[in-house]
């Protein structure tokens, strides 16, 4: 069964940092592009951050420019976020999604989710 599952989620204070993981099960991830994802409360779910099939493109939205950093680490079937200088509008559920190949913009293009992991910035 393929499946992608999320962790790393959880409470910070405003300024702190979460490193996101996101691991394959069931096939590689290697040949997949890897976006993350977020959706808060109310809120359509929007694109944070993806990262090509060889790691050499990465994309990230405005919001968490210079703030996220993503990578991935084939050996390991995984992909990380990292996530800095957290604010508390970063609060969502955090998916990570997977596309053969390349990134797209486009939420649909994405074959296989997580089930999301929950991270809250508050003080």
């Known amino acids: 069964q393929l499946q992608l599952v999320e962790s790393g989620g959880g409470l910070v204070q405003p300024g702190g940092s979460l490193r996101l993981s996101c691991t394959a099960s069931g096939f590689t991830l290697r040949l997949y592009a890897i976006g993350w994802f977020r959706q808060a409360p109310g809120k359509e779910r929007e694109g944070v951050s993806c990262?090509?099939?060889?790691?050499?493109?990465?994309n990230y939205a405005d919001s968490v420019k210079g703030r996220f950093t993503i990578s991935r680490d084939n050996a390991k079937n995984t992909v990380y976020l990292q996530m800095d200088s957290l604010k508390p509008e970063d609060t969502a559920v955090y998916y990570c999604?997977?596309?053969?190949?390349?990134?797209?913009?486009?939420?649909?293009?994405?074959?296989?989710w997580g089930q999301g992991t929950q991270v809250t910035v508050s003080s």
């Open positions: 999604a997977a596309r053969r190949y390349y990134c797209s913009a486009d939420i649909g293009d994405y074959n296989y």
């Open positions: 990262i090509s099939m060889s790691g050499g493109s990465t």
